[in-house]
């Protein structure tokens, strides 16, 4: 009995050994690899340099506080998009907790000069609470209170949205916000 154990157990652990160090070291190290060969800029967290100073990330949503800059969707993320705390809220359509966080997002959005039928993505956090994006509806819903604050036309700051109005294969069409704002930036220096 003994020996049959032993002569069992042997390679049961060379088994662990090798495909812990083939599939936990060798693995990762080969595809962190690849992606740093084929795909830096993206594997290296997509992130935009101006002046030599990082501003942000094209794939981690950012809270701009700004009433120059487009707002981006409320996030569930800690304290605004951290992203060690990246999770949904939990909170489910009958909770009193997120139809209040809703209507006081209404209320601020209001108060920023939405018009019109609130675009749910202005209101609601994305899954992650780390959304780099918002629909053009929302981006749009914001373009008055932009084009007053900077002294800009509505139809100058409508004309960015649409032009950075990105379609997509798989899902709706999406705007970068911080694409957006750095446009935005960029036009007003004109």
Do not use: C, W
Request: charged share 20%; proline share 5%; no cysteine.
């Amino acid at each position: 009995m003994g020996k049959d154990f032993t002569s069992a157990l042997r390679p049961a652990i060379v088994m662990t050994i090798l495909f812990a160090a083939l599939l936990g070291i060798a693995y990762p190290l080969a595809m962190t690899g690849i992606g740093q060969a084929i795909f830096p800029h993206q594997a290296n967290g997509s992130l935009v340099e101006v002046g030599g100073r990082v501003i942000g990330s094209e794939v981690v949503g950012q809270a701009f506080v700004s009433d120059r800059y487009f707002q981006t969707r409320p996030s569930a993320a800690g304290k605004g998009y951290d992203g060690l705390a990246s999770s949904g809220s939990n909170l489910g359509p009958t909770s009193q907790a997120l139809a209040d966080r809703v209507k006081a997002d209404v209320a601020k959005r209001r108060a920023e000069g939405v018009m019109g039928d609130m675009p749910a993505d202005l209101v609601t956090a994305s899954g992650s609470g780390l959304d780099p994006d918002l629909s053009p509806a929302a981006a749009q819903a914001q373009t008055i209170r932009i084009a007053r604050v900077r002294n800009l036309p509505v139809e100058q700051v409508r004309g960015l949205v649409v032009a950075h109005t990105e379609e997509s294969m798989l899902g709706d069409p999406h705007v970068n916000v911080l694409a957006l704002n750095r446009a935005l930036d960029a036009a007003a220096k004109r």
